[in-house]
Each structure stands twice: as structure tokens, then as C-alpha cells.
């Protein structure tokens, strides 16, 4: 089984700065994409960021220029740096995983979720 371990959350004050870390453990072929994903409270789960094994990136529109992601294959570890931090960043923030099992086939795995709370 693949687990993902999500950590860094908190609470900040506006403008502050976060930074959040998920490992995945487990019997991991390889990983292709990894990403964040958000849900504030009465709203749908939303892209934040992915990156691919091979460095490729996407952001949502709303975090471009103020969020980085990152991942270290060698430590199956992705993460986001989230700077200049609003209250409308509150939001519970899950990691996400396409793991490859050696046959060549897929499974998503998702971690627990992080509370990050931007609030003076």
C-alpha cells in the first residue's frame, strides 16, 4: 500500500509564508505526477499546483506567482511553497499522487489533508 504524509500546515497572517511537504511511503514503482489540491469549507476541492516526474509544471491561476512546487524524486517528496498569503488561501490542502506500478498501469493515492489557516 502507498501512503502520503502530508505536514507544514498552520496558521499565518497575511502576507506570511507556508511550506508543505508530502512524502510517499510504500512499495512505489515510480511516481508520475504529484500535486496539491485545496477545499475550503462549503467549496469544491481545486488544483493548486502539480509537477511531473519530469519537471513540468501547472498552477492555478489564483496562486501563479506567489506558490512554487517542487519535488525530490529521490525522496518521493513534494512541496509547496506558498508565499504573500491571503485569507482566501485558507483551505484544508491535500497532496496527490499518480503512482506507476511496474505493469505499467496507475492508481492515484491522496494524503490526509493539511489545515492552512491565513488569518490575522
Known amino acids: 500500500q502507498v501512503q502520503l504524509v502530508e505536514s507544514g500546515g498552520g496558521l499565518v497572517q497575511p502576507g506570511g509564508s507556508l511550506r508543505l511537504s508530502c512524502a510517499a511511503s510504500?512499495?512505489?514503482?515510480?511516481?508520475?505526477?504529484m500535486g496539491w489540491y485545496r477545499q475550503a469549507p462549503g467549496k469544491q476541492r481545486e488544483l493548486v499546483a502539480t509537477?511531473?516526474?519530469?519537471?513540468?509544471?501547472n498552477y492555478a491561476d489564483s496562486v501563479k506567482g506567489r506558490f512554487t512546487i517542487s519535488r525530490d524524486n529521490a525522496k518521493n517528496t513534494v512541496y509547496l511553497q506558498m508565499n504573500s498569503l491571503s485569507p482566501e488561501d485558507t483551505a484544508a490542502y491535500y497532496c496527490?499522487?499518480?503512482?506507476?506500478?511496474?505493469?505499467?498501469?496507475?492508481?492515484?493515492?491522496w494524503g490526509q489533508g493539511t489545515q492552512v489557516t491565513v488569518s490575522s
Open positions: 509537477i511531473t516526474s519530469g519537471g513540468s509544471i
Open positions: 510504500g512499495r512505489i514503482f515510480s511516481i508520475n505526477t
Open positions: 496527490n499522487a499518480r503512482i506507476r506500478w511496474s505493469d505499467a498501469s496507475t492508481e492515484v493515492f
